[in-house]
């Protein structure tokens, strides 16, 4: 590179615009997530080897949200909810984030199996290639479904975590990928009927543009009924209790009411409310993933200090 | 007179140069960790002969069973001489 590149190029790219190319506030949900599945798990882990699990997972994670980044330079470009976003601000070349975005993925999915196991760098891996090729390049711009799809991609950490502890995959790691995947419609979908976004521009199929809001509100109250089946379940495996089924119950009960509610309100309601009850489900939906997974954090804890055998469980 | 010979991009590189640097850092961190706690987890130090690209007989699956199997009855043969 010469001089004359360097003082001509009108911004460097810093640490700051490579980590926010790898969607730091996703990671957060996939780190919290993936340490519920590994610390709950039967099997005890080495703290250092439970440290680096969770950070490969993470790095893959960021990893696919970068390749994500670099697939969708186009379309975030058109909306103005990821103008600001590194590659269509300008901060950071399409070429990088694909080098960083297969960089990291081979990183994390090697340094994983050296780690742990080779489960849970064969799903990291495959959590990777879900997010980046069959959500992002196959079906995020050609079927309504997509949120549906991309929150499978968002379901697997717990279940990696799993298989970290255990090297297996059971009806535990397989409820907590199902609380996650069943939650995820309802959540982005409460989203959709309030936030205005710009998908239409960018040639993005969401389904409250596809077929309308009445049929996003029957799509919400579909999702949340067997949700609450699969979050209940939960509460009856090896990784349950009356602590995480007494936690587990109110939150269902609060989040149900809050779809029954969207499913039962017209839209002529919602725009004269300025979308309040959507607002407010959106709301508990976080509180309902978060109240799931930290319960389940808090059963495995009583059970370790026997503090649950008071209830015969 | 100075003699500072820094470029600008030094200066609008150092973020990032810093950031690779504490990478690099933390890279080493995790491989010397994830070696000690591998190391010592080992049930049986035997196991880090292994993979070494040499031919060792005694390394063969079984091969320190009978080893051991084969000493004991030796032992045991001594000791019913020693009585005798």
């Given at each position: 590179?010469?001089?004359?590149?360097?003082?001509t190029q009108p911004?460097?790219a810093?640490?700051?615009d490579y980590?926010?190319?790898?969607?730091?506030?996703?990671?957060?949900?996939?780190?919290?997530?993936?340490?519920?599945?590994?610390?709950?798990?039967?099997?005890?882990?080495?703290?250092?080897?439970?440290?680096?699990a969770?950070?490969?997972?993470?790095?893959?994670?960021?990893?696919?949200?970068?390749?994500?980044?670099?697939?969708?330079?186009?379309?975030d470009?058109?909306?103005?909810?990821?103008?600001?976003?590194?590659?269509?601000?300008?901060a950071?070349?399409?070429?990088?984030?694909?080098?960083?975005?297969l960089?990291?993925?081979?990183?994390?999915?090697?340094l994983l199996?050296l780690?742990?196991n080779?489960?849970?760098?064969?799903l990291?891996?495959?959590?990777i290639?879900?997010?980046?090729?069959?959500?992002?390049?196959?079906?995020?711009r050609?079927?309504?479904?997509?949120?549906?799809i991309?929150g499978?991609?968002?379901?697997?950490?717990?279940m990696i975590?799993?298989?970290?502890a255990?090297?297996?995959?059971?009806?535990?790691?397989?409820?907590?990928?199902l609380l996650?995947?069943?939650?995820?419609?309802?959540?982005?979908?409460?989203?959709?009927?309030?936030v205005?976004?710009?998908?239409?521009?960018?040639?993005v199929?969401m389904?409250?543009?596809?077929?309308?809001r009445t049929?996003?509100r029957?799509?919400?109250?579909?999702?949340?009924?067997?949700?609450?089946f699969?979050?209940?379940g939960?509460?009856f495996?090896?990784?349950?209790?009356?602590?995480y089924?007494?936690?587990?119950?109110g939150?269902?009960?609060?989040?149900?009411?809050?779809?029954?509610?969207?499913?039962?309100?017209?839209?002529?309601a919602?725009?004269?409310?300025?979308?309040?009850?959507?607002?407010?489900?959106?709301?508990?939906s976080?509180?309902?993933?978060?109240?799931?997974?930290?319960?389940?954090?808090?059963?495995?804890?009583?059970?370790?200090?026997?503090?649950t055998?008071?209830?015969?469980? | 007179?100075t003699?500072?010979?820094?470029?600008?991009?030094?200066?609008r590189?150092?973020?990032?140069?810093?950031?690779?640097?504490?990478?690099l850092?933390?890279?080493?961190?995790?491989v010397?960790?994830?070696?000690?706690?591998?190391?010592?987890?080992?049930?049986?130090?035997?196991?880090?002969?292994?993979f070494?690209?040499?031919?060792?007989?005694?390394?063969?699956?079984?091969?320190?069973?009978?080893?051991?199997?084969?000493a004991?009855?030796?032992?045991?043969?001594?000791d019913?001489e020693?009585?005798e």
């Amino acid at each position: 590179m010469t001089d004359a590149t360097n003082t001509t190029q009108p911004y460097e790219a810093q640490m700051g615009d490579y980590y926010a190319l790898m969607k730091p506030r996703v990671m957060q949900l996939v780190v919290f997530t993936a340490l519920v599945g590994l610390l709950v798990a039967p099997v005890g882990v080495n703290p250092f080897i439970g440290f680096v699990a969770i950070l490969c997972i993470a790095v893959g994670a960021g990893a696919s949200g970068a390749l994500n980044m670099w697939w969708d330079a186009d379309i975030d470009a058109v909306m103005k909810r990821t103008l600001k976003r590194p590659i269509p601000s300008g901060a950071v070349q399409p070429g990088e984030a694909l080098g960083i975005g297969l960089g990291l993925s081979g990183f994390a999915i090697v340094l994983l199996f050296l780690a742990t196991n080779a489960l849970a760098a064969g799903l990291l891996a495959f959590t990777i290639f879900f997010y980046a090729v069959v959500y992002s390049m196959w079906l995020k711009r050609s079927t309504p479904q997509n949120i549906v799809i991309g929150g499978a991609a968002g379901a697997f950490p717990p279940m990696i975590g799993w298989a970290v502890a255990t090297g297996s995959v059971s009806i535990e790691s397989i409820l907590m990928f199902l609380l996650i995947f069943m939650w995820t419609p309802p959540h982005f979908w409460a989203l959709a009927l309030f936030v205005k976004a710009d998908y239409g521009d960018a040639g993005v199929p969401m389904l409250t543009e596809t077929h309308g809001r009445t049929v996003t509100r029957n799509h919400i109250i579909a999702y949340c009924v067997p949700l609450v089946f699969v979050a209940l379940g939960l509460g009856f495996t090896s990784i349950g209790g009356p602590f995480y089924l007494s936690v587990a119950l109110g939150l269902n009960v609060w989040f149900l009411k809050g779809c029954y509610s969207i499913w039962k309100r017209t839209d002529a309601a919602s725009d004269a409310d300025n979308h309040a009850v959507e607002k407010h489900t959106f709301k508990v939906s976080l509180y309902y993933l978060f109240g799931h997974f930290g319960a389940l954090l808090v059963e495995a804890l009583l059970r370790t200090y026997g503090l649950t055998a008071w209830a015969g469980w | 007179m100075t003699f500072k010979v820094e470029h600008e991009i030094h200066g609008r590189r150092k973020g990032r140069n810093f950031g690779v640097g504490i990478m690099l850092i933390g890279m080493i961190g995790i491989v010397f960790g994830l070696t000690v706690v591998k190391v010592l987890g080992l049930t049986d130090i035997r196991q880090m002969e292994r993979f070494d690209h040499v031919a060792r007989p005694q390394l063969e699956p079984g091969a320190l069973e009978a080893a051991e199997r084969r000493a004991n009855a030796l032992a045991a043969q001594q000791d019913y001489e020693a009585v005798e």
